[in-house]
Protein backbone atom coordinates (compact mmCIF):
# COMPACT_ATOMS: atom_id res chain seq x y z
CA UNK A 1 0.00 0.00 0.00
CA UNK A 2 1.49 3.64 -0.84
CA UNK A 3 2.05 5.42 2.03
CA UNK A 4 2.60 9.54 2.60
CA UNK A 5 4.14 10.66 5.46
CA UNK A 6 3.17 14.26 6.66
CA UNK A 7 5.71 16.18 8.70
CA UNK A 8 3.99 18.45 11.46
CA UNK A 9 5.60 21.79 12.03
CA UNK A 10 2.70 23.02 13.82
CA UNK A 11 0.09 24.63 11.36
CA UNK A 12 -3.57 24.28 12.40
CA UNK A 13 -4.78 22.79 8.82
CA UNK A 14 -1.79 20.27 8.66
CA UNK A 15 -4.35 17.59 9.16
CA UNK A 16 -6.14 18.98 6.14
CA UNK A 17 -3.31 17.89 3.78
CA UNK A 18 -3.58 14.30 5.27
CA UNK A 19 -7.55 14.60 4.35
CA UNK A 20 -6.41 15.71 0.73
CA UNK A 21 -4.33 12.88 0.11
CA UNK A 22 -6.50 9.93 1.34
CA UNK A 23 -9.23 11.52 -0.56
CA UNK A 24 -7.12 10.87 -3.75
CA UNK A 25 -6.57 7.47 -2.15
CA UNK A 26 -3.40 7.16 -0.95
CA UNK A 27 -2.97 6.34 2.63
CA UNK A 28 -1.63 8.97 4.66
CA UNK A 29 -0.10 9.65 8.50
CA UNK A 30 1.18 12.69 9.90
CA UNK A 31 4.13 12.54 12.69
CA UNK A 32 5.63 15.53 14.77
CA UNK A 33 8.30 17.08 13.27
CA UNK A 34 10.54 15.90 16.63
CA UNK A 35 10.33 12.23 15.03
CA UNK A 36 13.46 10.64 14.48
CA UNK A 37 14.75 9.93 11.15
CA UNK A 38 15.37 6.36 12.02
CA UNK A 39 11.36 6.19 13.14
CA UNK A 40 10.73 7.51 9.31
CA UNK A 41 12.52 4.63 7.78
CA UNK A 42 10.82 2.54 9.85
CA UNK A 43 7.84 3.36 8.45
CA UNK A 44 9.11 3.42 4.69
CA UNK A 45 7.36 6.26 3.13
CA UNK A 46 6.85 6.81 -0.65
CA UNK A 47 6.51 10.49 -0.18
CA UNK A 48 6.84 12.99 2.15
CA UNK A 49 5.21 16.46 2.95
CA UNK A 50 6.53 18.98 4.83
CA UNK A 51 3.57 21.20 6.79
CA UNK A 52 3.49 25.03 7.46
CA UNK A 53 4.04 26.47 10.93
CA UNK A 54 3.45 29.45 12.66
CA UNK A 55 7.13 29.92 13.86
CA UNK A 56 9.47 31.75 11.80
CA UNK A 57 12.67 29.43 10.48
CA UNK A 58 15.53 31.81 12.17
CA UNK A 59 14.08 32.42 15.48
CA UNK A 60 15.33 30.46 18.27
CA UNK A 61 13.76 26.98 19.05
CA UNK A 62 12.04 26.87 15.71
CA UNK A 63 11.50 23.40 14.46
CA UNK A 64 14.06 22.12 12.27
CA UNK A 65 14.67 19.94 9.59
CA UNK A 66 15.89 16.57 9.92
CA UNK A 67 18.24 16.23 6.88
CA UNK A 68 18.00 12.95 6.56
CA UNK A 69 14.62 13.03 5.25
CA UNK A 70 16.07 14.14 2.51
CA UNK A 71 18.53 11.38 1.97
CA UNK A 72 15.39 8.69 1.72
CA UNK A 73 15.57 8.80 -2.25
CA UNK A 74 11.51 9.70 -2.28
CA UNK A 75 9.75 13.06 -3.91
CA UNK A 76 9.35 15.59 -1.06
CA UNK A 77 6.38 18.27 -0.71
CA UNK A 78 7.34 21.92 1.52
CA UNK A 79 4.35 24.11 2.43
CA UNK A 80 4.53 27.25 3.26
CA UNK A 81 6.96 26.54 6.76
CA UNK A 82 8.22 23.60 5.19
CA UNK A 83 9.63 25.57 1.93
CA UNK A 84 11.06 28.14 4.26
CA UNK A 85 13.34 25.24 5.65
CA UNK A 86 14.10 23.34 2.16
CA UNK A 87 15.74 26.68 1.23
CA UNK A 88 17.16 27.48 4.30
CA UNK A 89 18.97 24.20 4.98
CA UNK A 90 19.71 23.54 0.90
CA UNK A 91 21.72 26.97 0.79
CA UNK A 92 18.97 28.95 -0.32
CA UNK A 93 17.90 32.54 1.49
CA UNK A 94 15.43 33.96 3.39
CA UNK A 95 14.50 37.49 4.43
CA UNK A 96 11.45 38.76 6.06
CA UNK A 97 7.98 39.98 3.99
CA UNK A 98 7.33 43.76 4.27
CA UNK A 99 3.73 42.73 5.44
CA UNK A 100 2.48 39.06 6.67
CA UNK A 101 0.56 38.10 3.70
CA UNK A 102 -2.68 36.28 5.22
CA UNK A 103 -5.57 35.54 2.35
CA UNK A 104 -5.76 35.30 -1.05
CA UNK A 105 -3.39 35.78 -3.92
CA UNK A 106 -3.28 34.97 -7.80
CA UNK A 107 -0.75 32.98 -8.36
CA UNK A 108 1.31 32.71 -11.97
CA UNK A 109 3.05 30.16 -13.06
CA UNK A 110 7.08 30.61 -14.21
CA UNK A 111 8.18 27.73 -15.83
CA UNK A 112 6.38 23.72 -16.39
CA UNK A 113 6.41 21.93 -13.62
CA UNK A 114 4.31 18.03 -12.87
CA UNK A 115 2.52 19.95 -10.18
CA UNK A 116 0.63 22.14 -12.74
CA UNK A 117 -0.33 19.35 -15.14
CA UNK A 118 -3.55 20.13 -16.37
CA UNK A 119 -3.85 24.26 -14.85
CA UNK A 120 -4.24 27.08 -16.16
CA UNK A 121 -1.39 29.21 -16.17
CA UNK A 122 -3.02 31.42 -13.44
CA UNK A 123 -4.76 30.27 -10.54
CA UNK A 124 -6.23 31.42 -7.10
CA UNK A 125 -4.42 30.44 -3.92
CA UNK A 126 -4.15 30.58 0.15
CA UNK A 127 -1.14 32.52 1.49
CA UNK A 128 -0.24 32.52 4.95
CA UNK A 129 3.45 33.36 6.40
CA UNK A 130 5.83 36.17 7.13
CA UNK A 131 8.45 35.14 5.98
CA UNK A 132 9.94 34.56 2.25
CA UNK A 133 12.75 32.72 0.28
CA UNK A 134 14.53 35.46 -1.78
CA UNK A 135 17.12 33.26 -3.20
CA UNK A 136 16.26 29.45 -4.46
CA UNK A 137 18.50 26.83 -3.57
CA UNK A 138 21.43 25.70 -5.81
CA UNK A 139 19.51 23.18 -8.48
CA UNK A 140 16.25 25.01 -7.82
CA UNK A 141 14.22 26.71 -10.69
CA UNK A 142 11.33 29.40 -9.78
CA UNK A 143 7.95 27.60 -11.13
CA UNK A 144 5.27 30.34 -9.99
CA UNK A 145 5.00 33.40 -8.56
CA UNK A 146 2.25 36.32 -7.22
CA UNK A 147 2.30 40.19 -7.73
CA UNK A 148 4.24 40.40 -4.42
CA UNK A 149 5.98 37.56 -3.95
CA UNK A 150 8.67 36.58 -6.60
CA UNK A 151 9.30 33.38 -5.73
CA UNK A 152 6.18 31.24 -4.91
CA UNK A 153 6.56 28.03 -5.90
CA UNK A 154 10.08 26.69 -6.63
CA UNK A 155 11.54 22.54 -6.93
CA UNK A 156 14.33 20.66 -7.79
CA UNK A 157 12.74 17.96 -10.45
CA UNK A 158 16.04 15.81 -10.63
CA UNK A 159 15.81 15.63 -6.54
CA UNK A 160 12.72 15.14 -6.91
CA UNK A 161 11.88 18.38 -4.22
CA UNK A 162 8.75 20.54 -4.62
CA UNK A 163 7.59 23.62 -2.69
CA UNK A 164 4.93 25.88 -2.39
CA UNK A 165 4.82 28.93 -0.20
CA UNK A 166 0.74 28.94 -0.26
CA UNK A 167 -1.78 26.42 1.47
CA UNK A 168 -3.29 24.06 -1.36
CA UNK A 169 -4.54 21.99 0.95
CA UNK A 170 -7.21 24.05 2.18
CA UNK A 171 -10.09 25.02 0.19
CA UNK A 172 -9.63 28.66 -0.87
CA UNK A 173 -6.98 27.63 -3.34
CA UNK A 174 -8.88 26.37 -6.22
CA UNK A 175 -6.89 24.06 -8.32
CA UNK A 176 -4.11 23.01 -4.43
CA UNK A 177 -6.33 19.04 -4.53
CA UNK A 178 -5.00 18.93 -8.64
CA UNK A 179 -1.70 20.37 -7.12
CA UNK A 180 -1.72 17.46 -4.24
CA UNK A 181 -2.90 14.98 -6.79
CA UNK A 182 -0.17 15.76 -9.14
CA UNK A 183 2.04 15.41 -6.71
CA UNK A 184 1.26 12.12 -5.65
CA UNK A 185 0.46 10.50 -8.92
CA UNK A 186 2.89 12.76 -11.60
CA UNK A 187 6.00 13.00 -9.16
CA UNK A 188 5.60 10.21 -6.61
CA UNK A 189 4.51 7.82 -9.16
CA UNK A 190 2.10 6.50 -6.77
CA UNK A 191 -0.79 3.89 -6.73
CA UNK A 192 -4.51 4.98 -5.09
CA UNK A 193 -4.86 1.64 -2.90
CA UNK A 194 -6.37 3.69 -0.22
CA UNK A 195 -10.09 2.74 0.26
CA UNK A 196 -12.41 1.60 2.64
CA UNK A 197 -13.22 -1.75 1.96
CA UNK A 198 -9.34 -2.95 1.30
CA UNK A 199 -9.42 -1.15 5.14
CA UNK A 200 -11.60 -3.26 7.11
CA UNK A 201 -10.56 -6.31 5.70
CA UNK A 202 -6.92 -5.09 7.14
CA UNK A 203 -8.23 -4.28 10.12
CA UNK A 204 -10.41 -7.34 11.02
CA UNK A 205 -7.53 -9.45 10.16
CA UNK A 206 -4.55 -7.34 12.36
CA UNK A 207 -7.76 -7.47 15.45
CA UNK A 208 -8.33 -11.33 14.79
CA UNK A 209 -4.27 -11.67 15.01
CA UNK A 210 -3.76 -9.01 17.83
CA UNK A 211 -6.55 -10.14 20.67
CA UNK A 212 -5.33 -13.98 19.30
CA UNK A 213 -7.74 -16.55 21.54
CA UNK A 214 -8.40 -13.70 24.49
CA UNK A 215 -11.66 -11.35 24.90
CA UNK A 216 -12.49 -7.91 24.33
CA UNK A 217 -14.97 -5.78 26.01
CA UNK A 218 -16.21 -2.79 23.69
CA UNK A 219 -17.36 0.72 25.08
CA UNK A 220 -20.65 1.43 23.07
CA UNK A 221 -21.60 4.74 23.21
CA UNK A 222 -24.31 4.43 20.70
CA UNK A 223 -22.68 6.80 18.01
CA UNK A 224 -21.46 5.67 14.83
CA UNK A 225 -17.82 5.07 15.55
CA UNK A 226 -18.13 2.77 18.64
CA UNK A 227 -21.37 0.87 16.69
CA UNK A 228 -18.57 0.80 13.92
CA UNK A 229 -16.09 -0.71 16.11
CA UNK A 230 -18.21 -3.32 17.24
CA UNK A 231 -19.25 -4.71 13.82
CA UNK A 232 -15.77 -4.95 12.89
CA UNK A 233 -14.85 -6.57 16.19
CA UNK A 234 -17.91 -8.92 16.16
CA UNK A 235 -16.01 -10.05 12.47
CA UNK A 236 -12.64 -10.73 14.00
CA UNK A 237 -13.35 -12.70 16.97
CA UNK A 238 -17.32 -13.21 16.92
CA UNK A 239 -19.20 -13.50 20.41
CA UNK A 240 -15.60 -13.30 22.35
CA UNK A 241 -16.45 -9.42 22.19
CA UNK A 242 -18.32 -8.33 24.76
CA UNK A 243 -20.10 -4.91 24.21
CA UNK A 244 -21.52 -3.43 26.92
CA UNK A 245 -23.79 0.16 26.57
CA UNK A 246 -23.22 2.11 29.36
CA UNK A 247 -25.86 4.69 30.75
CA UNK A 248 -23.66 7.52 31.80
CA UNK A 249 -26.29 9.94 33.06
CA UNK A 250 -25.49 12.42 30.39
CA UNK A 251 -26.90 10.89 27.38
CA UNK A 252 -29.87 12.28 25.58
CA UNK A 253 -33.40 11.06 25.74
CA UNK A 254 -34.37 7.19 25.27
CA UNK A 255 -30.66 6.89 23.97
CA UNK A 256 -29.65 3.78 25.84
CA UNK A 257 -33.15 1.96 24.80
CA UNK A 258 -32.82 3.24 21.34
CA UNK A 259 -29.08 2.02 21.12
CA UNK A 260 -29.59 -1.28 22.37
CA UNK A 261 -32.59 -1.68 20.44
CA UNK A 262 -30.97 -0.71 16.72
CA UNK A 263 -27.85 -2.47 17.35
CA UNK A 264 -29.59 -6.21 18.39
CA UNK A 265 -31.90 -5.72 15.58
CA UNK A 266 -29.39 -5.53 13.08
CA UNK A 267 -26.42 -7.05 14.46
CA UNK A 268 -25.50 -10.53 16.24
CA UNK A 269 -23.17 -8.77 19.18
CA UNK A 270 -22.66 -9.86 22.23
CA UNK A 271 -24.28 -6.63 23.72
CA UNK A 272 -25.03 -5.97 27.74
CA UNK A 273 -26.68 -3.11 29.06
CA UNK A 274 -24.99 -1.39 32.48
CA UNK A 275 -27.37 1.96 34.47
CA UNK A 276 -24.36 3.83 35.87
CA UNK A 277 -26.09 7.02 35.65
CA UNK A 278 -25.97 7.80 39.27
CA UNK A 279 -22.32 6.50 39.87
CA UNK A 280 -21.41 9.25 37.26
CA UNK A 281 -23.80 11.82 38.60
CA UNK A 282 -22.50 11.61 41.82
CA UNK A 283 -18.92 12.66 41.14
CA UNK A 284 -20.53 15.34 38.50
CA UNK A 285 -21.67 17.26 41.92
CA UNK A 286 -19.87 20.66 42.45
CA UNK A 287 -18.06 20.45 38.79
CA UNK A 288 -17.68 23.07 36.33
CA UNK A 289 -14.59 22.83 34.53
CA UNK A 290 -14.85 20.89 30.91
CA UNK A 291 -11.52 19.06 30.99
CA UNK A 292 -12.16 17.77 34.29
CA UNK A 293 -15.83 16.87 33.64
CA UNK A 294 -14.31 14.53 30.33
CA UNK A 295 -11.46 13.34 33.12
CA UNK A 296 -14.19 12.17 34.89
CA UNK A 297 -16.05 10.47 31.91
CA UNK A 298 -12.92 8.75 30.78
CA UNK A 299 -11.54 7.49 34.01
CA UNK A 300 -15.53 6.47 35.37
CA UNK A 301 -15.98 4.39 32.44
CA UNK A 302 -12.59 2.62 32.91
CA UNK A 303 -14.07 2.03 36.60
CA UNK A 304 -17.12 0.43 34.72
CA UNK A 305 -15.41 -1.87 32.26
CA UNK A 306 -13.03 -3.32 34.46
CA UNK A 307 -15.63 -3.95 36.98
CA UNK A 308 -17.47 -6.34 33.75
CA UNK A 309 -13.72 -7.51 33.18
CA UNK A 310 -13.16 -8.57 37.13
CA UNK A 311 -17.02 -10.49 36.97
CA UNK A 312 -16.08 -12.00 32.93
CA UNK A 313 -12.68 -13.21 34.88
CA UNK A 314 -14.79 -14.80 37.62
CA UNK A 315 -16.44 -17.18 35.26
CA UNK A 316 -13.55 -17.94 33.68
CA UNK A 317 -12.90 -15.80 30.32
CA UNK A 318 -9.87 -13.63 30.49
CA UNK A 319 -10.42 -9.64 28.81
CA UNK A 320 -7.36 -8.45 27.59
CA UNK A 321 -8.23 -5.54 26.12
CA UNK A 322 -10.67 -2.85 25.83
CA UNK A 323 -11.95 -1.45 22.40
CA UNK A 324 -12.63 2.34 21.74
CA UNK A 325 -13.90 4.27 18.79
CA UNK A 326 -10.95 6.63 19.15
CA UNK A 327 -10.74 8.35 15.47
CA UNK A 328 -7.94 10.33 13.88
CA UNK A 329 -9.20 14.01 14.81
CA UNK A 330 -9.24 12.83 18.48
CA UNK A 331 -5.79 11.95 18.48
CA UNK A 332 -4.81 15.47 16.57
CA UNK A 333 -6.76 17.14 18.78
CA UNK A 334 -5.65 15.10 22.24
CA UNK A 335 -1.90 14.54 21.64
CA UNK A 336 -0.05 17.47 22.52
CA UNK A 337 3.41 15.84 21.17
CA UNK A 338 2.07 15.63 17.17
CA UNK A 339 4.28 18.99 16.78
CA UNK A 340 4.16 22.51 17.92
CA UNK A 341 0.97 22.95 17.44
CA UNK A 342 -1.38 23.61 20.31
CA UNK A 343 -3.75 20.74 21.95
CA UNK A 344 -7.45 21.61 21.53
CA UNK A 345 -8.99 19.74 23.94
CA UNK A 346 -8.37 16.16 25.84
CA UNK A 347 -10.98 13.41 24.62
CA UNK A 348 -12.72 11.11 27.06
CA UNK A 349 -10.88 8.54 24.93
CA UNK A 350 -7.54 9.92 24.44
CA UNK A 351 -6.31 12.47 26.91
CA UNK A 352 -9.11 11.29 29.62
CA UNK A 353 -7.95 7.69 30.27
CA UNK A 354 -5.96 6.89 33.37
CA UNK A 355 -2.02 6.27 33.29
CA UNK A 356 -3.00 2.84 34.03
CA UNK A 357 -5.34 0.10 33.30
CA UNK A 358 -5.71 -3.72 33.47
CA UNK A 359 -6.61 -4.08 29.65
CA UNK A 360 -4.79 -2.72 26.51
CA UNK A 361 -6.58 -0.41 24.64
CA UNK A 362 -7.45 -1.76 20.86
CA UNK A 363 -8.48 1.33 18.68
CA UNK A 364 -9.44 -0.31 15.47
CA UNK A 365 -10.53 3.31 13.72
CA UNK A 366 -7.47 5.38 15.22
CA UNK A 367 -6.62 6.18 11.88
CA UNK A 368 -9.46 7.16 10.27
CA UNK A 369 -11.43 10.64 9.57
CA UNK A 370 -15.39 10.97 10.45
CA UNK A 371 -16.44 10.27 6.61
CA UNK A 372 -13.98 7.33 6.31
CA UNK A 373 -15.67 5.28 9.73
CA UNK A 374 -18.94 5.85 7.45
CA UNK A 375 -17.68 4.63 4.10
CA UNK A 376 -16.66 1.61 6.14
CA UNK A 377 -19.52 0.81 8.22
CA UNK A 378 -21.50 0.68 4.53
CA UNK A 379 -18.41 -1.56 3.19
CA UNK A 380 -19.72 -3.58 6.82
CA UNK A 381 -23.19 -3.42 5.41
CA UNK A 382 -24.71 -1.11 8.26
CA UNK A 383 -27.68 0.55 7.99
CA UNK A 384 -27.95 4.23 6.71
CA UNK A 385 -29.98 5.41 9.72
CA UNK A 386 -27.13 4.01 11.50
CA UNK A 387 -24.17 5.96 9.49
CA UNK A 388 -25.91 8.64 9.06
CA UNK A 389 -27.17 9.58 12.90
CA UNK A 390 -25.62 13.09 14.66
CA UNK A 391 -22.13 12.72 15.95
CA UNK A 392 -22.49 12.86 19.93
CA UNK A 393 -19.64 13.18 22.11
CA UNK A 394 -18.23 10.20 24.37
CA UNK A 395 -18.83 13.23 27.41
CA UNK A 396 -22.47 13.67 26.23
CA UNK A 397 -24.58 16.39 27.46
CA UNK A 398 -21.74 16.51 30.35
CA UNK A 399 -20.36 19.72 27.66
CA UNK A 400 -23.77 20.52 26.20
CA UNK A 401 -24.58 21.98 29.69
CA UNK A 402 -22.11 24.52 30.31
CA UNK A 403 -21.36 24.73 34.47
CA UNK A 404 -22.66 22.46 36.67
CA UNK A 405 -24.39 19.05 35.56
CA UNK A 406 -27.88 19.13 37.57
CA UNK A 407 -30.99 16.47 37.15
CA UNK A 408 -33.01 20.10 36.18
CA UNK A 409 -30.45 20.65 33.96
CA UNK A 410 -30.33 17.88 32.02
CA UNK A 411 -33.50 17.42 31.66
CA UNK A 412 -33.54 21.19 30.33
CA UNK A 413 -31.41 20.67 27.56
CA UNK A 414 -32.62 16.79 26.59
CA UNK A 415 -36.26 18.47 25.76
CA UNK A 416 -34.65 21.09 24.03
CA UNK A 417 -32.16 18.63 21.94
CA UNK A 418 -35.30 16.31 21.23
CA UNK A 419 -36.90 19.46 19.54
CA UNK A 420 -33.77 20.22 17.79
CA UNK A 421 -32.92 16.79 16.22
CA UNK A 422 -37.77 16.39 15.11
CA UNK A 423 -37.21 20.24 13.66
CA UNK A 424 -34.20 18.95 11.91
CA UNK A 425 -35.77 15.39 10.40
CA UNK A 426 -38.88 17.31 9.77
CA UNK A 427 -37.67 19.82 7.54
CA UNK A 428 -35.24 17.48 5.87
CA UNK A 429 -32.18 19.34 7.07
CA UNK A 430 -31.02 16.42 9.46
CA UNK A 431 -28.75 14.96 6.70
CA UNK A 432 -28.05 18.27 5.21
CA UNK A 433 -25.73 18.87 7.93
CA UNK A 434 -23.19 17.99 10.36
CA UNK A 435 -24.56 18.14 13.09
CA UNK A 436 -26.78 20.06 15.33
CA UNK A 437 -27.78 20.32 19.13
CA UNK A 438 -28.90 22.32 22.05
CA UNK A 439 -26.72 23.87 24.47
CA UNK A 440 -27.68 24.90 28.02
CA UNK A 441 -26.05 28.54 28.75
CA UNK A 442 -24.96 28.99 32.57
CA UNK A 443 -26.87 32.17 32.77
CA UNK A 444 -30.72 33.72 33.41
CA UNK A 445 -32.50 36.11 31.38
CA UNK A 446 -35.41 38.26 31.79
CA UNK A 447 -38.34 37.69 30.26
CA UNK A 448 -42.49 37.84 29.70
CA UNK A 449 -44.66 35.15 29.11
CA UNK A 450 -48.13 35.87 29.80
CA UNK A 451 -48.65 38.95 31.91
CA UNK A 452 -45.90 37.82 34.45
CA UNK A 453 -42.24 38.39 34.27
CA UNK A 454 -39.57 35.39 33.90
CA UNK A 455 -35.61 35.45 34.92
CA UNK A 456 -35.02 32.20 33.32
CA UNK A 457 -32.52 29.86 31.29
CA UNK A 458 -30.90 30.38 27.88
CA UNK A 459 -30.29 28.04 25.11
CA UNK A 460 -28.13 28.11 22.34
CA UNK A 461 -28.54 26.30 18.80
CA UNK A 462 -25.42 24.88 17.26
CA UNK A 463 -25.78 23.22 13.93
CA UNK A 464 -22.94 23.28 11.24
CA UNK A 465 -21.63 21.88 8.65
CA UNK A 466 -18.27 19.73 8.08
CA UNK A 467 -16.80 17.14 6.56
CA UNK A 468 -14.51 15.08 8.74
CA UNK A 469 -15.39 18.14 12.21
CA UNK A 470 -11.42 19.00 11.81
CA UNK A 471 -12.80 22.14 10.45
CA UNK A 472 -17.06 23.87 10.12
CA UNK A 473 -19.32 26.63 9.39
CA UNK A 474 -22.81 27.65 10.94
CA UNK A 475 -25.31 26.20 8.84
CA UNK A 476 -27.55 28.43 7.03
CA UNK A 477 -30.52 26.75 7.75
CA UNK A 478 -33.77 28.52 6.64
CA UNK A 479 -35.00 30.92 9.32
CA UNK A 480 -38.55 29.60 9.35
CA UNK A 481 -36.74 26.22 10.79
CA UNK A 482 -35.02 28.21 13.29
CA UNK A 483 -38.11 30.01 14.57
CA UNK A 484 -39.84 27.02 14.96
CA UNK A 485 -36.90 25.26 16.84
CA UNK A 486 -37.09 28.63 19.10
CA UNK A 487 -40.70 29.02 19.72
CA UNK A 488 -40.96 24.93 20.61
CA UNK A 489 -37.94 25.02 23.06
CA UNK A 490 -39.51 28.28 24.66
CA UNK A 491 -43.39 27.48 24.70
CA UNK A 492 -42.22 23.24 25.55
CA UNK A 493 -39.50 23.64 27.64
CA UNK A 494 -39.71 24.44 31.26
CA UNK A 495 -37.10 26.66 32.87
CA UNK A 496 -36.66 28.48 29.46
CA UNK A 497 -37.20 31.32 27.71
CA UNK A 498 -34.53 32.44 25.44
CA UNK A 499 -32.87 30.94 22.39
CA UNK A 500 -29.70 32.20 20.88
CA UNK A 501 -28.22 30.99 17.45
CA UNK A 502 -23.82 30.11 17.25
CA UNK A 503 -22.52 31.93 14.12
CA UNK A 504 -19.04 30.73 14.93
CA UNK A 505 -17.03 28.79 12.11
CA UNK A 506 -14.31 26.43 13.30
CA UNK A 507 -11.48 27.51 13.94
CA UNK A 508 -11.15 29.93 16.04
CA UNK A 509 -14.43 28.08 17.48
CA UNK A 510 -14.95 24.42 18.05
CA UNK A 511 -18.19 22.35 17.38
CA UNK A 512 -18.80 21.62 20.95
CA UNK A 513 -19.08 24.44 23.34
CA UNK A 514 -17.05 22.48 25.94
Not at 186 to 193: F, G, I, P, Q, S
Not at 210 to 232: E, F, P, R, T, W
Not at 416 to 426: G, P
Request: charged content about 25%.
Amino acid sequence: MSKVIIIDYGSQVTQLIARRVREAGVYSEIHPCQVGIDKIRELAPDAIILSGGPASVGEEDAPTLEMGLLELNVPVLGICYGMQLLAKNLGGELSQSETREYGPAELEFASDCPLWKGLSKKSRVWMSHGDKVSKVPQGFQITAKTPTLAIAAMCDTERKIYALQFHPEVHHSEDGEAMIRNFLFEVANLTADWNMQNFAERVIEECREKVGDGHVICALSGGVDSAVVAVLLNKAIGHRLHCIFVNNGVLRQNEGEEVVGFLREHFDLNLKYIDASKLFLDKFVGVEDPEEKRKIIGHTFIDVFEKEANELKATGVSVKFLAQGTLYPDVIESVSHKGPSAVIKSHHNVGGLPEKMDMDLIEPLRELFKDEVRAVGAELGMPHSVLWRHPFPGPGLAIRIIGEITEERLEIVRKADVIVQEELRSSGWYEKVWQGFAVLLPLKTVGVMGDGRTYESVIALRIVDSVDAMTADWSRVPEDVLAKMSTRIINEVHGVNRVVLDISPKPPSTIEWE
